[in-house]
């Protein structure tokens, strides 16, 4: 991934936690969302839309990728975190 790419993803996922509820941004460690906001794109295009599911909006994939690593991390279970895992191995 490119630094402007990456940029571009911090950009995304800014704008996507915004719309989260707020304990699922809490669960976050504030050292993860200051990297966020400090490193992202100052100029991307990206609008959250609220009418669409999470992972049905128009993002990079490599936000998607980052969604699902904070998903791994931080928002699920271990029973979660395991299916998904096994699932992302399945699917290669």
Same mark, same amino acid.
């Given at each position: 991934?490119?630094?402007?790419? &990456?940029?571009?993803?911090? &950009? ?42 999470? &992972? ?9 990728? &980052? ?26």
């Amino acid at each position: 991934m490119t630094e402007e790419e &990456y940029k571009k993803t911090l &950009y995304e996922i800014s704008e996507i936690l915004k719309n989260l509820e707020k304990n699922l941004t809490e669960k976050i460690p504030k050292k993860v969302r200051q990297e966020i906001e400090h490193n992202k794109a100052k100029n991307h295009e990206f609008q959250y839309d609220a009418s669409k599911s999470l &992972y049905n909006q128009n993002m990079l994939e490599t936000t998607k990728k &980052y969604l699902t690593m904070l998903y791994l991390r931080f928002w699920s279970t271990p029973e979660e975190k395991k299916q998904t895992l096994k699932a992302m191995h399945q699917n290669g």
